[in-house]
């Protein structure tokens, strides 16, 4: 088996997308995996600043969610937009896919720990 060269390799890295239906939405969204700067990026919205739960659900919604493109469908300006107009169950069920797929949270820090 050939290795992976550098384009190789970053292509494949960016194709990992997650299909999730939300049974309050009952449509399907796009979770994608994020790489490392996109976490950083995550961790700095919701380590600054407010610290409510429907800005850290919203932070990781907007900062995961993807269209059939893989392009983004939220920029971190549309964080207050998805607070208002989501309703609660709709952002805290896509929030819970968001932090498994991406394995953040504590119980990913547990399983992380057993292994």
Same mark, same amino acid.
Request: net charge negative; charged share 20%; aromatic share 6%.
């Given at each position: 088996m050939k290795p992976l060269n550098r384009e190789s390799f970053l292509a494949a890295a960016s194709a990992h997308v997650r299909e999730f239906t939300p049974p309050a939405l009952s449509q399907v969204v796009r979770i994608r995996k994020l790489t490392g700067a996109a976490r950083d990026a995550f961790r700095m919205l919701v380590d600054g600043g407010d610290k409510s739960l429907s800005h850290f659900e919203a932070a990781i919604?907007?900062? =995961?969610?993807?269209?059939?493109?893989?392009?983004?469908?939220?920029a971190v300006e549309d964080i207050p937009a998805v607070r208002e107009t989501l309703d609660s169950v709709v952002i805290s069920q896509i929030a819970a896919e968001a932090l498994d797929f991406n394995k953040i949270g504590p119980? =990913?820090?547990d399983a992380a720990a057993k292994n």
């Open positions: 919604v907007v900062t =995961a969610l993807v269209g059939d493109d893989n392009a983004l469908l939220f119980a =990913a820090e």
